[in-house]
């Protein structure tokens, strides 16, 4: 759906400062009344979801918690998501993640949240968007995350992403990790691609069973020229005059 990222990211210490950029969309886009971002604990062994050419830092997106709850809730034993995975109970992992990334937006189909929910901003468990059958793009991305779940995909290599594509704008996805791979399910019923085959999705803000994160891009200082470079500089352009 297309709803303002509302975000902000805690620099928790000079040194994280100095080597994270936050993206100027975020910075742009940001409501600091509605999150608190103090750094949170987050479960040991948790993976950062370091993807994309980004690095992360932990916060706590206050505005966003009831909706992750209702994301998290364990429905793996749901009938019709029992139903939904039926058919990729025998496959191999990675034919799984393409059942799954084909199947949801068959049975899923699209919907606003304010025409299903009268809301603006309402991310339906599995359980709650399987009954409807409508759903927007978090909706269907947290079906896909409970049926991975339910197939026995570990909840340390899923994450809810939402970021911004710059054809299709605003989105949330699913990422999974894979043998250190990270693989988006985007709102489509396009075969999964690795974050490095598509540099044109940005992520912002991802939520994981192991703690949330801010996406940010590490920052490289330019070289600045020394004096004889300046001068050598300054004589060559003076030469060509």
């Known amino acids: 759906m297309s709803h303002p990222l509302l975000l902000r990211a805690a620099l928790g210490s000079a040194g994280l400062a100095a080597c994270l950029v936050l993206l100027s969309e975020v910075a742009k886009a940001a409501d600091t009344s509605n999150i608190d971002t103090r ?7 948790a993976t950062p979801p ?4 980004t690095m992360t830092i932990p916060i706590k997106p206050d505005r966003y918690l009831d909706n992750w709850e209702r994301a998290r809730r364990d429905d793996r034993r749901d009938p019709a998501l029992q139903h939904l995975i039926a ?3 025998e496959l191999m992992p990675d034919q799984q993640v393409y059942y799954v990334q084909a199947a949801v937006p068959k049975l899923i189909h699209w919907r606003s949240d304010a025409t299903e929910w009268g809301q603006h ?7 709650e968007t399987l009954q409807h059958g409508y759903g927007d793009d978090e909706d269907r991305a947290i079906v896909k995350m409970q049926a991975l779940l339910a197939l026995g995909f570990s909840p340390r290599n ?36 690795p974050t490095s085959r598509r540099p044109e999705f940005t992520p912002m803000l991802t939520f994981g069973y192991g703690g949330f994160w801010i996406h940010g891009y590490p920052h490289i200082a330019r070289a600045q020229p020394t004096p004889r470079t300046a001068v050598a500089s300054a004589a060559s352009a003076s030469a060509a005059q």
Not at 39 to 45: G, K, L, M, Q, S
Not at 173 to 190: A, F, M, P
């Open 39 to 45: 750094p949170i604990y987050v479960i040991r062994n």
């Open 50 to 53: 370091n993807f994309a050419g």
């Open 87 to 89: 058919g990729a109970r």
């Open 121 to 127: 901003d309402y991310w339906a468990s599995a359980a």
């Open 158 to 193: 899923l994450y809810l992403t939402m970021g911004k594509d710059k054809v299709g704008g605003p989105e949330t996805v699913l990422v999974v990790r894979q043998s250190q791979v990270y693989y988006v399910l985007d709102d489509t019923d396009g075969p999964p691609y």
